[in-house]
């Protein structure tokens, strides 16, 4: 009596990059690290020790818990106006991670539909866009964005504005090659052949098939946002105070950098943290979801 065998059921694309992804250890270290700091400015206000605003000269320039002249309860030390630097550091990382997920979502939606409509149409629409990407492919991000908010004004909205309007253009290059391709595959050429109009071929057929690599480069653009938003913050022009930002925690810093050396560098290695992760973990993504990748030699 011979017995049967049952073979397991075929894995789709997603799931066999997320096993390919479950696999990389490098990309899940860094994921965990990410989720980590995205918890941590989600509940902010419950495990912060002390209120980030509350500042005493009493305190001021107070070292970290492991050095001689420390108190009790500062675990990283007070910054020059004796405010908690590790509180001011969990509240800093709800401002940089939600500037960075607001401004890479809306700018993944426009940059996906703009390249989309480009690479579809082709025409004097693709022409608009290109020649659109290509001036603002021109101006230095960092310029760009300081000319911005000297002209509107520091501010939470107004930089995820001036962030949002040269952010988009990285996505759209990236849709807008990806559907040139799609749009001379077959099964495309099949939807135009029972009559479907440009709107369904461009959001059901060829849609799902980018998605894997804007989200690789939505990931990967969230580790430039939030150096861009500490960039801006370092200058003066992002968020204000007394709203703790990590940007401006490493500019208060500046003139301590002797004396009281983690006012500057302790925001500085949370700034490091979630981009060196992001940055993993998208090339993780990336290596798991592209499928040249893992084509039969």
Known sequence: MSATTV???????????LRRLAGNRTALASLVVVA??????????????QDPTDADLFRRLLPPAWMEGAEPGFWLGADGLGRDILSRLI??????????????GIAAVI?????LAAGYLRGWVDVAVSRLVDTLLGFPYLVFAIGLMAMMGPGLHNIILALVLKEWVFTCRVVRGETLVAREQDYVEAARAIGCGPRHIMLREILPNVLSPVLVVATFRMAYVIIMEASLSFLGLGVQPPTPSWGSMVADGRDFLVEAWWVSTLPGLAILLPVLSINLASQGLRDAFDPRLHQPS
Do not use: D, K, Y
């Not at 940059?111 to 390249?115: D, E, I, K, R």
């Open 7 to 17: 073979e397991a059921p075929a894995l789709s694309p997603t799931g066999l990059a």
């Open 36 to 49: 980590c700091f995205a918890l941590m400015a989600l509940l902010a206000p419950w495990i912060a020790p």
């Open 91 to 104: 509240h800093g990382a709800r401002v940089s991670l939600s500037v960075a997920a607001i401004v890479v």
């Open 111 to 115: 940059g996906t539909l703009a390249g």
